[in-house]
């Protein structure tokens, strides 16, 4: 089974090389050569999209923002093969992946919506979760190689339901994160220690793994990003786009404290830099 791997970010990156690590043959493709470049030998780097998918059974993406996505599969679908399976992990409009399966069906192409969640650790360590939504034989199909750069593998449902599953997630992520910005900000204002702090929400009830992973961060300081504010804010505002009269107020509120952080430049800071919304 031959692989095109669009994308070898920080994410991506770990995710093309487990399968690599699996015996699969991979052919990588990034906007920034170089990238892509740093995979060899172990895979096989090439200029242009075209030459990326020509062969390939199985096309993979996880690029940055919807438009990127849709630029890409203008590229992808003129030139994969007929029959090829192509699987965008990136987060991104359910409503545009829900058009591109359409598109992909008029030219004898299958597509799937398969974000992940779980962040840098979770593809470094093959432990991502990851939620798909279009056809499930195809899903089926491609569980195999799911299953080696993810811990939970889950189909959600037709066309644009991963991309739904992920919108759900990262409101889920968006409460808890503020939660644990705003308790460590509380701690230390009423003169707590924040490492004992963090050590009683970790250990009781209020854990999470915001709280787990990003908590440290926060009180070093350390905001080098595991996931970008400007992916995490593109995906809050996804939400926001897909909710029609849902009432997400945490979501609207989060939104709108890293467009502060955005203003401030933190843009390509990790999540965990929200702390500083409380610093201004």
Known sequence: MKIAWIGTGVMGKPMALHLVDAGYEVTAYNRTFEKAKSLEPKVKAVESIEACVKDADVIFSIVGY?????????????????????????????????????EAKTRGLIMLDAPVTGGDIGAINATLSIMAGGDQKAFETILPLLNKMGKTITYMGGPGSGQHAKLANQTAIAGAISGIAEALTYAKAKGLDQTDMLKVITGGSASSWQAINNGPKMIHHDYAPGFFIKHFLKDLKLVLDEKKDLPLEVVEIVTKMYEKLVERGLDDSGTQALIEYYLL
Not at 86 to 96: E, F, G, K, Q, Y
């Open 66 to 102: 919807p438009s990127d996505v849709q630029e890409v599969y203008q590229t992808v679908m003129e030139h994969a093969k007929k029959g090829a399976i192509c699987v965008d992990m990136t987060t991104s409009s359910p409503t545009l992946a829900i058009a591109l399966e359409k």
